[in-house]
């Protein structure tokens, strides 16, 4: 009950400040940037002289593919792949036999090759904004969470009220991790509303491969292991429902990413200086996880999962250099999350407020 | 129940309270009650431990050592029952600037579990005198409205105790004398008010008891009126008047005269009555007899002659 009410209040403040506004603005912006840049590249494509449509009978073609590669999978299923050139060729037979199945099986055909396809443009840009834009918009939302109403002396008047401490921090927590999702989520359906009316609304029932795991095989000569797709355990999914699942994924990173800017919000009394630490550490750990290319520890670090959807789709085991999981990136933002938040309702249960 | 009892008679009590911050004791052994309808001074110089002691009552500081209680409830173990009825202004009252008035008010009195949340904004909206400005945002008040809209968030849960660290700050010398009048006020109603100051005049005007800190320690504790009574100056305008000042002289009183005037020094008031009746049946005429200092007086006596150049 208590709670609540500290909920609505803090939801009253956020969504009254000035921060809310800029970040809108700035939000504006990059869907803007996004916007023409998918207007740029229509336009490149629509140089290119127009390709052989989709033929009618491509189900025809579709299942001799799919018999060929069958057959060969047959053949090499007895050799094992232990060597990276024997993998890739197993992974491609094994892909080239889901996305048949696939298409057969939901008659989906085939985009004619020189077709923009919005929804995976948008998963691609979603996935890099997940690590770069959209976590510095979170900060700005809620880096000042507790460090502002410090630095503007309003935190007394919050204090002095018959409710405990820890409820005051779980409200305001609550209420900057649901704006952060919100955020992000609303976000990731802007770019693709942008992307769809720019490119058009194909694409939406295009395969999309989920749960990849990357395989790392080292090669005598070679300096760093070459990582190989593994599509054993793979599904395909529709491009919309992957889309949605990505936009789920990216708001629950942003949940952590907020929990972070939050934490720092505890622990520096000033508005500015706790934005910036949370800004820096984003940035840093972002630098650093690029640097550090193949050490094992990078799969440690928060910035290394922001694109969960990435986890998921092998693209963060490639940009790493060694394996990981959705399972193990979304271990690793809940250990953050869980051992960041501890130490803000530590500290902020026992703090003498001094001087605010 | 024995607790219960206690807090209906002491709202706010201190046992035994200590702060030490980075070694350094800020405030040493403190111990004071409050009684409803009373008006609490609590009087010392910048940096005497006021600021601190307040913070402690309100629960934004924790003591090193000692209890504290607001109405029969621990601060520090059970703070949600302690706070319910407490009304505070610790410093200047900073509000959300970007809300309007009603806002801040309905922000502060859903934290404090007000029922019939707009009828009471509208109540101490307009018992502050803030009713035709509430719906604007804090932002465009000016600083006596700040204080106002200050004093109505404190009044928002209808509480047993105020508690206001040197409330007049930046106030003029009308919005000072509405301010005194509200609280008096306040406490007729049966509040008890614990109020901070370093002006003597202040305290003198607005409370009933008052306790002098000094270097984080309570030097003095006394009630207004029996420290008005205790001591003081006698200005004298009389006939003869350099006859008057020997004569007077001659009965042991410590007397200066200057330009028809005398000034007699360290009365209390029997002494003064007795003086005056001597003076008038050996004969001089008395044309304007007033106290002055008293208190001022009292309280160098009380605490010695270093407290004098703080506590104006």
């Known amino acids: 009950m208590r709670l609540w009410r500290v909920v609505q209040n803090e939801w009253m403040k956020l969504v009254r400040r000035r921060r809310l506004a800029v970040v809108v603005a700035l939000a ?23 390709q052989a449509e989709v033929s ?17 999978l047959r053949l090499l299923k007895d050799s ?25 099986a939901r008659d989906v055909a085939p985009l004619s090759p020189n077709l923009l396809d919005g929804w995976s443009e948008t998963s691609q840009f979603v996935g890099v904004a997940t690590k770069t834009f959209i976590p510095l918009l979170v900060v700005i939302l809620v880096g000042d969470m507790v460090a502002g109403e410090m630095t503007q002396g309003t935190i007394k008047l919050l204090v002095v009220r018959p409710v405990r401490r820890r409820t005051l921090l779980l409200g305001k927590w609550l209420v900057s991790a649901a704006s ?7 976000l990731c359906f802007a770019f693709l509303g942008v992307a769809l009316a720019i490119d058009g609304p194909q694409g939406a029932m295009q395969p999309e491969w989920l749960n990849i795991h990357v395989r790392f095989f080292t090669q005598p000569g070679a300096l760093q292991a070459t990582p190989v797709a593994v599509y054993n355990h793979a599904v395909v999914w529709p491009m919309w429902q992957a889309f949605l699942l990505q936009s789920a994924l990216v708001a629950g990173a942003m949940v952590a990413v907020a929990s972070i800017a939050f934490t720092c919000s505890v622990l520096f009394p000033s508005a500015m200086v706790s934005t910036s ?3 820096g550490s984003i940035i840093i750990g972002f630098v650093v996880s690029a640097m550090a290319r193949g050490q094992s520890w990078v799969r440690m670090l928060f910035t290394t999962h922001l694109s969960l959807y990435g986890d998921l789709a092998g693209g963060t085991s490639f940009t790493i250099g060694s394996p990981v999981t959705l399972a193990q990136g979304v271990a690793v933002l809940l250990a ?21 | 129940m024995n607790v219960e009892h206690e807090g209906s008679v002491h709202v706010l009590q201190l046992f035994d309270v200590s702060k030490r911050i980075g070694g350094r004791e800020i405030v040493r052994q403190l111990n004071m009650s409050v009684r409803a309808g009373e008006v609490y001074g609590f009087l010392g110089p910048n940096g005497a431990g006021k600021t601190t002691t307040i913070r402690m009552i309100v629960g934004l500081i924790r003591p090193t050592r000692g209890a504290i209680r607001v109405c029969g409830h621990d601060v520090e173990r059970d703070p949600v029952n302690a706070k319910r009825h407490l009304g505070a202004i610790v410093e200047n009252p900073e509000m959300y600037g970007y809300l309007t008035g009603r806002q801040n008010l309905l922000h502060y009195a859903r934290l404090a579990g007000v029922d019939h949340i707009e009828a009471r904004i509208e109540r101490v909206a307009k018992r502050v005198g803030l009713e035709d400005r509430i719906d604007e945002k804090v932002k465009r008040y000016s600083l006596g409205m700040r204080q106002r809209l200050g004093v109505a968030q404190a009044l928002i849960a209808d509480p047993k105790l105020l508690v206001l660290d040197e409330p007049t700050n930046g106030l003029d010398p009308a919005g000072i004398r509405e301010f005194r009048e509200l ?9 008890a008010v614990f109020v901070s100051s370093h002006l003597l005049s202040e305290v003198e005007q607005m409370c009933d008891r008052v306790a002098v800190l000094q270097q984080g320690r309570v030097i003095a504790e006394a009630s207004v009126a029996e420290l008005r009574a205790r001591a003081g100056s006698l200005l004298l305008r009389v006939s003869r008047w350099d006859e008057a000042a020997s004569w007077l002289r001659a009965r042991g009183f410590d007397v200066e005269g200057k330009d028809g ?14 003086l005056l009746r001597d003076l008038v049946a050996a004969g001089f005429d008395v044309y304007e007899a007033a106290r002055t200092g008293g208190l001022e007086q009292s309280f160098l006596a009380l605490t010695g002659a270093e407290s004098g150049g703080d506590t104006r």
């Not at chain 1, 504006?28 to 127009?50: D, K």
């Not at chain 2, 005037?261 to 007795?274: C, E, F, K, M, N």
């Open chain 1, 28 to 50: 504006l912006c990059l869907v803007g940037m996004f916007a023409l840049g998918e207007h740029h590249e229509r336009q490149i494509y629509s140089r290119v002289p127009t």
């Open chain 2, 183 to 191: 609280v008096r006020a306040l406490a007729a109603e049966g509040l």
């Open chain 1, 56 to 72: 009618a009978d491509w189900r025809a073609s579709a299942q001799a593919n799919l018999r060929a590669a069958e057959a060969q």
């Open chain 1, 80 to 104: 094992s792949a232990n060597s990276a050139g024997a993998a890739q060729t197993l992974a491609e037979l094994q892909q080239n036999v889901q996305e048949d199945r696939y298409r057969l």
């Open chain 1, 277 to 279: 630490a949370a800004m």
């Open chain 2, 261 to 274: 005037r005398l000034v007699v020094a360290r009365l209390d008031d029997a002494r003064v009555a007795s």
């Open chain 1, 180 to 186: 952060a999702a919100a955020l992000s989520f609303l």
């Open chain 1, 336 to 356: 953050w999350t869980a051992v960041l938040l501890a130490a803000s309702f530590l500290r902020f249960g026992r703090q003498d407020i001094l001087n605010a």
